[in-house]
C-alpha cells in the first residue's frame, strides 16, 4: 500500500508543478494529480492553454483536490523567468512536493549535417537546460522547505535508450536526461529527496501525431505505429509520485505494446 497525498491528520493537498501543462502528456499528468488530491500548478509557454486545463480541473466532476491550480506562464529555458517561478510558489503554495520536468520540443527528422544550430540550441535550451533549470529550483526549494524532501520525475522518453532516424538533438537531450535523473537522485539522498525517469513510447498527442501517419524507421520504410492514450502515462506519473520518499521508481518504462521499440536498432 502506498501513501496517499494527504493523510486523516493533515488535509493539506500536496503540491506539484508540471511543466508542459498545457497539453498532451502534461495535462494528463494534471488532470491524474488533481483527481488523487494534488494541488497542481501549471506551467507552459502558452497562457491560453494552461487556463484551459485549469478550467478542466475546476469542472471536473468528483474533484478532490481543496485547492484551485496555480496557472504560471513560463519558458523554462530562461533561468531569470525559473527563478521567479519557484519564488511565487515558496510565497503562495509555502512548499513543493513534486516537479514533472515534462516540457519537451521536437524536430522534423533530419541527418544531422541537415540540422541548423540554431534549432539544436532551440531543443537543447527547452529539453535539458530547462529541466535543468526547473530541477534546480525544486531541489533548492525542497532542500529549505521543513519537513524537508520531495520527489522530482524526469520526462526522458524511449529515445533516452534507442534513437528514431534523424533524431540527432532531440535524442541527445533524452540521453542526458538520463544522466540528470541519476545525479539528482544521488545528490537528493541526503536531503529526502527523490528522483525518478519515466519513459515514454507513442503517448497521443500533439507532437506525436504524426507516428499514426507514418514516420521513418530504422531500415528505411515509413511506416505507421500504434499510440497509447495520454492519460495512461499521467496515471503512471500520479504513481510513482504518490510513493512515500522512502520508494522511488527510478525508471519507468510505458509504451504502446506493439511498437517497433524492442529491436529497435
Not at 535523473?181 to 506525436?208: H, P
Request: hydrophobic content about 45%.
Amino acid at each position: 500500500m502506498t501513501d496517499t497525498p494527504s493523510s486523516p491528520a493533515d488535509t493539506t493537498p500536496k503540491t506539484a508543478l508540471i511543466t508542459g501543462a498545457g497539453t498532451g502528456i502534461g495535462r494528463a499528468t494534471a488532470i491524474a494529480l488533481h483527481e488523487a488530491g494534488w494541488r497542481v500548478i501549471l506551467v507552459g509557454r502558452r497562457k491560453a492553454r494552461l487556463a484551459e486545463v485549469a478550467d478542466i480541473l475546476a469542472s471536473a466532476d468528483h474533484q478532490q483536490s481543496s485547492q484551485a491550480p496555480l496557472t504560471h506562464p513560463c519558458d523554462v529555458a530562461d533561468d531569470a523567468a525559473v527563478d521567479q517561478l519557484f519564488a511565487r510558489i515558496e510565497t503562495e503554495c509555502g512548499r513543493l512536493d513534486l516537479l514533472f520536468n515534462n516540457a519537451g520540443l521536437g524536430l522534423t527528422s533530419a541527418t544531422i549535417d541537415e540540422i541548423a544550430p540554431a534549432d539544436w540550441r532551440a531543443i537543447v535550451d527547452v529539453n535539458l537546460t530547462g529541466a535543468f533549470l526547473c530541477a534546480r529550483g525544486a531541489f533548492a526549494l525542497m532542500r529549505r522547505q521543513s519537513p524537508q524532501g520531495g520527489r522530482i520525475i524526469n520526462n526522458g522518453s524511449v529515445s533516452a535508450h534507442v534513437p528514431r532516424p534523424g533524431s540527432a538533438p532531440y535524442t541527445a537531450t533524452k540521453h542526458a536526461m538520463t544522466g540528470l535523473t541519476k545525479t539528482i537522485s544521488l545528490d537528493g539522498r541526503q536531503f529526502d529527496i527523490a528522483c525518478g525517469q519515466i519513459d515514454v513510447g507513442n503517448a497521443a498527442t500533439e507532437i506525436t501525431m504524426q507516428i499514426e501517419k507514418g514516420v521513418p524507421q530504422a531500415d528505411g520504410r515509413i511506416a505507421a505505429e500504434p499510440v497509447i492514450d495520454a492519460r495512461i502515462v499521467g496515471d503512471a506519473v500520479a504513481h510513482m509520485a504518490n510513493l512515500p520518499l522512502s520508494a522511488n521508481v527510478q525508471f519507468m518504462t510505458v509504451m504502446a505494446s506493439s511498437m517497433p521499440l524492442i529491436g529497435r536498432g
